[in-house]
């Protein structure tokens, strides 16, 4: 291991970092000099790293040696196995399986944030080796914003350009009077982004725009999700009715004449056909400010000044990611899109829409986008896909047939999962149920670095290391600053990266030429820099050579000489610069989704009432609002010091409001059982009135760690509903979920999930 003549530096998705290490052992991550409001998230890290729910060797779940393929994942003792047979065994599992069923039956969904280095990427690496042998069935679109991902190139043309082109803080400071997010802007998931950060602005950049007179219209049942400091107006409404809101708005800007004709004349196709919608022509409601305020609780006055100070200036609509992960989620996007043309200032400085302001760290970034070359991953033979959040579904139903943005999918049987550089068990919903689906594979296999519920559930765990443990740079297009990744320290037991773990199996299976090219790590990350550079060059983007880039450890993009304004040039000159829609315009109805016959999802944005939700009376009157954390990435480092520290009575928080948990007998710091139909976990009370009455905050994240239906650590996944938000995107829907609190058994069950399993 070469040490550079410099403080080591690595970087991760929470931020860049300088080791400071001592014989050998990391003691401490102090924060990058260049980072201003640095995360405390990575140092999480450092008690972890060779702690006991670290996996230093290969291991093989006892049962599956011993010919028990389908019973026993997650509860049985592993088998302790050298390289040789780890990677035997895994030659052999996808030799079988791509003989005897074909590649498609080879799923590699691989979602995850495993690392933000370019080459030692563990989906890439993966995908790389599996191509190289035939190809695998793959998901498609995110967990964070699916729905979003299919429904907003119908009305907008693409997804990926408008949520990388969100108009920059800076013009939002400069030019905007009013901010109104839908969904808040919560700081803690700024904390994050992919593939790596240099400096976290989001917090700066709301202080900046509120010090500038913008004024912040916070709607959410959480009143956190908008910091204080900028002092919002918090409209509490209903989880899972800002459609709703969204279409009292625009009824309201229409009956009071304060839509902006000319620009939907222009610049968009299909209101005509919206504005009979929301004068209720069809099905004889009209979608007045009254009846919104029905639906989402609020006092209708809030929402006749709300859409009259929206009109009257210049006005930002922020809707958050998390908005798409419930029942229709793509409505959310659609009917704020809708909204913004009817104010006519999209594509105007500090005006418009944007997309997740707050959700990571480059949203609202005005910044030169470096375009960045990837490790290539070949070319998958197999066609076969699903999106994102049908795993369980695939799982236990295959031969059977979905909707999907206009195609029909037939799910393949699936015999072999391999999963590198993420965790099922923290993203999917109904953890009970994919449980059960995750029982149907002949063999799981997992690359990962410690005893987390996906290395617990699998069949063969490949150890792998983490970012500390080798070298690697960090270029991304979300952040101006690009960093070197030193290794740190050596890798801890016998954890390979997942490079070398794949390049293992491939010389097994005869492709180690095809999979490495005679490339070593070092040699790829080189050409992944120069080929990046050229593309810079060609951009007039400055970079450094390959030695003054190693030698001084980072350098900076420079800023670009104007703010970004999403749309702006579509608004300079929409002949010259049309959407890629049918229209070339805002697509506020779109023939090509209408043509799809989706009752659940029809061809203008619309109210369709959600599976669960406070405006039906059920056996569970509270809303789960089950949001990202504040200590973790994800799942990432719940068992780190970061972590731990923030839990209550050793479990995951939940936040109750006081009247509700008066209601209960409930009282804070103690321990109660959250559940509903599917499921029920142990969490921490927390009391708080940040909270709208009725609705109940916890934080994804914790381990799961099963006892029957119960998790005993706080997840809050195990009462989630798998449900597609629609027969268009089929995104997850877990922010739709209705749960009952109550105190905790006496003594609660002890936690599991981080004392590894048993080994042989």
């Known amino acids: 291991m070469n040490k550079p003549n410099r403080p080591l530096l690595t970087n991760n998705h929470w931020g860049a970092y300088h080791p400071e290490v001592k014989d050998g052992v990391l003691s401490k991550l102090r ?72 590649n498609q039956a080879i799923f590699a969904g691989s979602y995850g944030w495993a690392s933000a280095g370019r080459f030692h990427h563990a989906q890439s690496q993966l995908k790389r080796l599996l191509n190289c042998i035939g190809g695998f069935t793959k998901s498609v679109n995110t967990y964070s914003y699916a729905a979003a991902e299919v429904v907003v190139p119908h009305v907008l043309g693409n997804f990926k350009a408008m949520f990388t082109d969100t108009t920059g803080w800076d013009s939002i400071a ?26 976290h602005i989001q917090q700066a950049s709301l202080r900046s725009a509120k010090a500038a007179g913008v004024d912040f219209v916070n709607i959410s049942p959480v009143r956190g999700d908008l910091m204080a400091e900028v002092e919002a107006d918090w409209m509490a409404l209903r989880p899972s009715t800002d459609t709703a809101l969204m279409l009292g708005l625009a009824h309201e800007l229409m009956s009071q004449n304060l839509h902006d004709r000319d620009f939907l004349e222009n610049y968009a196709v299909g209101f005509d056909i919206y504005a009979s919608y929301l004068n209720g022509e069809n099905d004889g409601i009209p979608k007045s400010a009254e009846w919104a305020a029905e639906i989402c609780d609020l006092p209708v006055q809030d929402i006749r000044d709300l859409a ?17 992960r419930q029942d229709h989620g793509e409505q959310p996007y659609w009917a704020g899109i809708a909204l913004a043309a009817m104010l006519g200032q999209i594509g105007l400085s500090g ?53 999907f943005n206009g195609k029909r999918l037939t799910y393949p049987d699936i015999k072999l999962v391999w999963w590198a550089g993420g965790n099922p068990f923290h993203h999917h919903q109904d953890l009970n149920n994919l449980r059960a689906a995750w029982a149907r594979p002949e063999a799981i296999i997992v690359n ?26 960090a270029l991304t297009p979300h952040d101006p600053y690009q960093t070197v990744m030193d290794q740190a320290i050596e890798p801890v037991g016998e954890a390979k990266s997942d490079h070398d773990i794949c390049k293992g199996i491939a010389a097994q299976m005869g492709v180690e030429n095809a999979f490495t090219e005679d490339k070593s790590p070092e040699d790829w990350q080189r050409w992944i820099y120069e080929v990046t550079r050229q593309s810079a060059a060609r951009e007039e983007i400055d970079m450094p050579d390959w030695d003054s880039f190693q030698d001084k450890g980072w350098f900076k993009v420079a800023a670009p000489a104007k703010p970004t304004i999403l749309l702006q040039a579509f608004r300079a000159d929409p002949v010259a ?81 006081p009247e509700d948990a008066a209601a209960r ?25 940040g909270l709208r009455k009725g609705v109940v905050q916890m934080p994804t994240g914790a381990w799961y760690d099963p006892d029957g239906e119960l998790c005993r650590n706080g997840n809050p996944n195990v009462l989630t509903p798998d449900k597609g938000t629609s027969s268009l995107a089929q995104g997850p829907s877990a922010l739709t979920c209705l749960v009952e609190i109550a105190a905790a058994p006496d003594p609660a069950p002890a936690v599991r999930a981080y004392d590894g399993p048993v080994i042989i």
Request: with cysteine.
């Open 174 to 199: 400069k030019d905007s009077t009013l901010f109104v997010a839908f969904g808040g802007v919560a700081l803690k998931n700024g904390q994050i982004a992919a593939g790596g950060v240099g400096c």
């Open 665 to 689: 007998g409930l009282k804070s710091g103690q321990l109660v059982r959250v559940f509903n139909k599917r499921g029920a976990c142990i969490a921490g009370l927390q009391i708080s009135d």
């Open 448 to 473: 990962e670095w410690c005893w987390n519920s996906n290395a617990r559930h699998a069949d063969i765990v490949l150890p792998a290391t983490t970012t500390l443990e080798r070298a690697d740079i």
């Open 31 to 102: 924060p990058f000099g260049e980072d201003t409001d640095p995360s405390p998230i990575g140092s999480g890290i450092v008690d972890v790293l060779d702690g006991p729910t670290r996996i230093t060797s290969p291991m093989v779940r006892k049962g599956w040696l011993e010919g028990r393929r389908k019973t026993g994942r997650g509860d049985e003792p592993f088998v302790k196995v050298s390289w040789e047979q780890a990677n035997a065994l895994v030659a052999q599992e996808l030799e079988r399986v791509r003989t005897e069923y074909g």
């Open 308 to 324: 009259r100070r929206m009109a009257s200036g210049r006005t930002m609509i922020s809707v958050a990611w998390s908005l798409t």
């Open 577 to 657: 610069n049309p959407l890629s829609t049918p229209s070339g315009k805002i697509e506020i109805f779109s023939e090509t989704v209408a043509a799809f016959g989706y009752v659940d999802c029809p061809g203008h944005p619309a109210w369709l009432e959600p599976l669960e939700w406070l405006g039906k009376v059920t056996d569970c009157p509270l809303h789960l609002v089950s949001n990202q954390p504040s200590t973790k990435l994800h799942s990432q480092l719940d068992h780190g010091s970061v972590s731990r520290a923030a839990k209550v009575s050793g479990r995951e928080a939940v936040y109750m409001h």
């Open 351 to 403: 005006g418009g829409i944007g997309f997740g302001y707050g959700a990571e760290n480059q949203v609202g970034l005005s910044m030169r986008k470096l375009p960045v070359a990837a490790m290539p991953q070949g070319r998958n033979s197999v066609a076969d896909h699903i999106p994102v959040a049908r795993i369980a579904d695939m799982l236990q139903n295959p031969g059977a047939e979905i909707d």
